[in-house]
């Protein structure tokens, strides 16, 4: 009796930490990104501040916080070469480095140069409005996901400026690809080209 | 962030509040904190104006004030026996609005809070993660606990119509930290490591170190800044090596470096902005990172092969990463074999810092003999916010937190950082070396002597133990640097060299032979 009880309990307690963090985090801003640029380990900055590895791609380059020792030994065998990151993107300020943008890889491993063109693919799951130009914002739709404000490109269809019109101030789920923005700034400002927006859904930031 | 966070409050709102107004010393009050202020640091109190609507003026610690003062103002505030800050540089002039920064991590802060603040959005500058805003009416203690209530918001602070570029001499500046043969520098004033590790007592004496070289290694120096020009080691014509580029022309494009180099030899007495802890050292250009800051590991052996090869006494490394190799412990045991100091900056991480002790940095970490590690206190004796600690791995504190010291194209500015505290080691083991030894050489003997002198006199600080030099060779729990014990040693001793520690971490035995011809 007692055992059948644990294993209830424990079956309950299994279930419920499976379901919580999803759907938790369903809810909470983030940005999902899949990058293949060119990998390099064993970085050293000013005041220590990296977390030793990084992918550049089109100009762009992000910290990687690689999750364990076989990332990290991947990334050593791999010091400038090809690579696809998958994981979420984060902004912190820091002391020497001013603006740090780190990936916490979730998966890392060799890039197809051939099936796979150097950049990086987004899912944010934000909010979309309007830019404010008056804040030095770009004009156009913006979204605002975990403190970082992106521009958006959304002439891949027709139809997608009106639907975002439609979310403004509202969550959503936005897939595209980080690109170089046109506008006569240096370095100019990255912006996103929207492939799909949607509502969020149960399983809007897959993993 | 608690202390960052209500400095820049107090900055913010006694600024805004100050404007225009005239006040009186009974006009303040120091007010214990409520559970209201509790994300205040433990020792902060807040000063209130006693006026019908108790606004906020700004936050003091212990009874000294820690807010700016506006130009015109700092009568009114030593009126009130508060002590003022003096390394603070003059702000010519306030704004109305203020910058309000986003939390690290965190989102926004949000048009909710800005709407109880009563702030109006006037820009959101993303690429310095700060909100630019404009007060809808005075500033009030409604606007302080609508920001202090939101996690998004790191800190708010004037947005100062002022040139850093250069820093302006204050008015403080003409009360001298030191009396005697102070040097002219204007700046100086604004130097509290100086005076913190006791190097103002030792200049009337001593000063100057021309036979050492500090080799800077980082992003290059500024090596035509009218501060460092006279300073600067040279070998036909060029200042040391650009390994990031690989080329011979060591320029600095980011100023971290020129801000290290400063520190260590900025010339003294020379009339013209700040003063290095030693007043003329050679300054050796290294250069490895890059605009943004990174750089290679592999580059930073060559560094450190080349300086060695080329005469250093000391290597100054405001750098890290937290993997190690093979090849930079060998350069650096290679440096120790040839009596080499290396000093190492034990890195940053904002929130708190990191256990260099459990979660390494590197070189910061390594057991070499040569290596000392160095930690960042603030003005207070306090650890920086960020720096890094380690029992075992982080050997002495140093000044990093406000430190005003040479930025490129004849600028000066004002960094954080373990970057910072690593040169003020470096630039006093320039003055041990110099003083101890009448024929300063990279020696091992020299080298170990060097470093068991800047060690046993590391001033103790109760707030610092429990973080660094507690391993021998360091020998001070919670120690700080400290030369001023150089005021009472005769000059060019003949002192009886020490052998090098018997325990400790720092013990790594030269096994490899190196041919320095071998590097550039």
């Given at each position: 009796m007692l055992q059948l009880t644990s294993v209830l309990l424990l079956a309950i307690g299994v279930s419920t930490f499976a379901a919580e963090p999803q759907g938790a985090k369903q809810s909470e801003p983030s940005i999902r990104v899949e990058c293949h640029g060119k990998l390099r380990h064993g970085v050293v900055a000013m005041g220590g501040e990296t977390t030793g590895s990084t992918i550049t791609f089109d100009g762009t380059t992000w910290e990687l916080k690689l999750p364990d020792e076989v990332s990290r030994t991947f990334a050593k065998e791999h010091h400038k070469n090809p690579v696809t990151a998958v994981g979420t993107l984060r902004r912190v300020a820091g002391t020497a480095v001013p603006m740090r943008w780190i990936v916490d890889v979730e998966r890392l491993f060799k890039s197809d140069v051939g099936t796979h063109k150097e950049g990086a693919s987004l899912t944010v799951l934000g909010t979309l409005r309007a830019g404010d130009v008056a804040a030095g914002e770009s004009p156009g739709t913006v979204i605002e996901a975990a403190g970082i404000t992106w521009p958006l490109d959304?002439?891949?269809?027709?139809s997608n400026q009106s639907r975002a019109e439609s979310f403004f101030g509202k969550s959503v789920v936005l897939t595209g690809r980080l690109e170089r923005g046109t506008e006569a700034k240096s370095p100019p400002r990255p912006i996103i080209r929207v492939n799909k927006l949607d509502a969020p859904t149960g399983n809007a930031v897959p993993k | 962030m608690s202390t960052r966070l209500a400095f820049y409050f107090g900055a913010a709102l006694l600024g805004m509040c100050l404007c225009g107004d005239s006040l009186d010393a009974d006009d303040w009050v120091v007010v214990p904190k409520s559970s209201r202020e509790k994300?205040?640091?433990?020792?902060l109190d807040l000063l209130r104006h006693?006026?019908?609507?108790?606004?906020f003026k700004g936050v003091s610690r212990k009874g000294k004030a820690v807010f700016d003062v506006p130009s015109g103002q700092a009568e009114n505030v030593q009126s009130m026996s508060i002590a003022m800050n003096s390394d603070i540089p003059r702000i010519s002039t306030w704004g109305k609005r203020l910058l309000i920064s986003y939390a690290g991590q965190g989102a926004k802060p949000s048009e909710a809070t800005l709407k109880a603040a009563g702030l109006n959005k006037v820009e959101d500058y993303e690429r310095g993660s700060f909100l630019v805003v404009e007060p809808q009416d005075a500033v009030s203690s409604k606007t302080v606990e609508a920001l202090l209530g939101?996690?998004?918001?790191?800190y708010a602070a004037p947005d100062y119509f002022m040139s850093?570029?250069?820093v302006k001499p204050t008015?403080?500046?003409?009360?001298?930290?030191?009396?005697?043969?102070?040097?002219?520098?204007?700046?100086l004033n604004q130097l509290w490591g100086m005076q913190n590790i006791g190097a103002t007592q030792v200049w009337p004496s001593f000063h100057e170190t021309p036979k050492i070289i500090v080799a800077?290694?980082?992003?290059?120096?500024?090596?035509?800044h009218p501060d460092l020009k006279a300073n600067m080691w040279s070998k036909n014509g060029r200042y040391g090596y650009d390994?990031?580029?690989?080329?011979?022309d060591p320029m600095d494009e980011q100023n971290h470096g020129t801000h290290c180099a400063g520190t260590i030899a900025?010339?003294?007495?020379?009339?013209?902005?700040v003063v290095g802890v030693s007043w003329k050292a050679q300054i050796m250009a290294m250069r490895f990172l890059g605009p943004d800051g990174n750089g290679s590991t592999s580059d930073a052996v060559k560094c450190i092969d080349w300086a060695v090869a080329n005469g250093a006494h000391i290597l100054s490394n405001s750098w890290a990463g937290p993997d190690t190799s093979p090849e930079l412990a060998e350069a650096v045991t290679r440096a120790e074999q040839r009596g080499v100091l290396f000093v190492a900056a034990a890195g940053n991480t904002g929130g708190g810092g990191n256990d260099n002790d459990t979660a390494p940095y590197f070189p910061a970490a390594?057991?070499?003999?040569?290596v000392i590690t160095v930690g960042a206190i603030d003005v207070n004796n306090?650890?920086?916010?960020?720096t890094h600690y380690g029992k075992r791995t982080v050997d002495i504190g140093a000044p990093g937190v406000r430190i005003v010291s040479t930025t490129r194209n004849n600028t000066y500015d004002k960094y954080d950082g373990t970057s910072m505290a690593a040169p003020h080691v470096a630039g006093a083991a320039a003055l041990v070396w110099a003083k101890t030894f009448p024929?300063?050489?990279?020696d091992r003997a020299q080298m170990t002597k060097v470093r068991d002198l800047l060690y046993e006199n590391a001033r103790p600080v109760p707030a610092l133990?429990?973080?660094?030099?507690?391993?021998a060779p360091a020998r001070v729990p919670g120690g700080v640097l400290d030369i001023s014990f150089l005021n009472n040693t005769p000059s060019n001793g003949n002192p009886t060299p020490n052998q090098p520690?018997?325990?400790?971490?720092?013990?790594?035995?030269?096994?490899m032979k190196v041919d320095p011809a071998k590097f550039r």
């Amino acid at each position: 009796m007692l055992q059948l009880t644990s294993v209830l309990l424990l079956a309950i307690g299994v279930s419920t930490f499976a379901a919580e963090p999803q759907g938790a985090k369903q809810s909470e801003p983030s940005i999902r990104v899949e990058c293949h640029g060119k990998l390099r380990h064993g970085v050293v900055a000013m005041g220590g501040e990296t977390t030793g590895s990084t992918i550049t791609f089109d100009g762009t380059t992000w910290e990687l916080k690689l999750p364990d020792e076989v990332s990290r030994t991947f990334a050593k065998e791999h010091h400038k070469n090809p690579v696809t990151a998958v994981g979420t993107l984060r902004r912190v300020a820091g002391t020497a480095v001013p603006m740090r943008w780190i990936v916490d890889v979730e998966r890392l491993f060799k890039s197809d140069v051939g099936t796979h063109k150097e950049g990086a693919s987004l899912t944010v799951l934000g909010t979309l409005r309007a830019g404010d130009v008056a804040a030095g914002e770009s004009p156009g739709t913006v979204i605002e996901a975990a403190g970082i404000t992106w521009p958006l490109d959304l002439s891949s269809d027709s139809s997608n400026q009106s639907r975002a019109e439609s979310f403004f101030g509202k969550s959503v789920v936005l897939t595209g690809r980080l690109e170089r923005g046109t506008e006569a700034k240096s370095p100019p400002r990255p912006i996103i080209r929207v492939n799909k927006l949607d509502a969020p859904t149960g399983n809007a930031v897959p993993k | 962030m608690s202390t960052r966070l209500a400095f820049y409050f107090g900055a913010a709102l006694l600024g805004m509040c100050l404007c225009g107004d005239s006040l009186d010393a009974d006009d303040w009050v120091v007010v214990p904190k409520s559970s209201r202020e509790k994300r205040l640091a433990p020792e902060l109190d807040l000063l209130r104006h006693c006026d019908h609507h108790h606004r906020f003026k700004g936050v003091s610690r212990k009874g000294k004030a820690v807010f700016d003062v506006p130009s015109g103002q700092a009568e009114n505030v030593q009126s009130m026996s508060i002590a003022m800050n003096s390394d603070i540089p003059r702000i010519s002039t306030w704004g109305k609005r203020l910058l309000i920064s986003y939390a690290g991590q965190g989102a926004k802060p949000s048009e909710a809070t800005l709407k109880a603040a009563g702030l109006n959005k006037v820009e959101d500058y993303e690429r310095g993660s700060f909100l630019v805003v404009e007060p809808q009416d005075a500033v009030s203690s409604k606007t302080v606990e609508a920001l202090l209530g939101d996690d998004a918001v790191a800190y708010a602070a004037p947005d100062y119509f002022m040139s850093i570029s250069p820093v302006k001499p204050t008015a403080e500046a003409a009360q001298p930290l030191i009396t005697g043969s102070a040097p002219n520098d204007p700046l100086l004033n604004q130097l509290w490591g100086m005076q913190n590790i006791g190097a103002t007592q030792v200049w009337p004496s001593f000063h100057e170190t021309p036979k050492i070289i500090v080799a800077v290694i980082d992003t290059g120096v500024d090596y035509n800044h009218p501060d460092l020009k006279a300073n600067m080691w040279s070998k036909n014509g060029r200042y040391g090596y650009d390994f990031y580029d690989d080329d011979d022309d060591p320029m600095d494009e980011q100023n971290h470096g020129t801000h290290c180099a400063g520190t260590i030899a900025g010339a003294g007495n020379n009339g013209v902005g700040v003063v290095g802890v030693s007043w003329k050292a050679q300054i050796m250009a290294m250069r490895f990172l890059g605009p943004d800051g990174n750089g290679s590991t592999s580059d930073a052996v060559k560094c450190i092969d080349w300086a060695v090869a080329n005469g250093a006494h000391i290597l100054s490394n405001s750098w890290a990463g937290p993997d190690t190799s093979p090849e930079l412990a060998e350069a650096v045991t290679r440096a120790e074999q040839r009596g080499v100091l290396f000093v190492a900056a034990a890195g940053n991480t904002g929130g708190g810092g990191n256990d260099n002790d459990t979660a390494p940095y590197f070189p910061a970490a390594l057991p070499n003999a040569n290596v000392i590690t160095v930690g960042a206190i603030d003005v207070n004796n306090a650890p920086g916010s960020f720096t890094h600690y380690g029992k075992r791995t982080v050997d002495i504190g140093a000044p990093g937190v406000r430190i005003v010291s040479t930025t490129r194209n004849n600028t000066y500015d004002k960094y954080d950082g373990t970057s910072m505290a690593a040169p003020h080691v470096a630039g006093a083991a320039a003055l041990v070396w110099a003083k101890t030894f009448p024929s300063p050489a990279p020696d091992r003997a020299q080298m170990t002597k060097v470093r068991d002198l800047l060690y046993e006199n590391a001033r103790p600080v109760p707030a610092l133990k429990g973080l660094w030099g507690y391993t021998a060779p360091a020998r001070v729990p919670g120690g700080v640097l400290d030369i001023s014990f150089l005021n009472n040693t005769p000059s060019n001793g003949n002192p009886t060299p020490n052998q090098p520690s018997p325990v400790g971490r720092r013990l790594v035995e030269n096994r490899m032979k190196v041919d320095p011809a071998k590097f550039r």
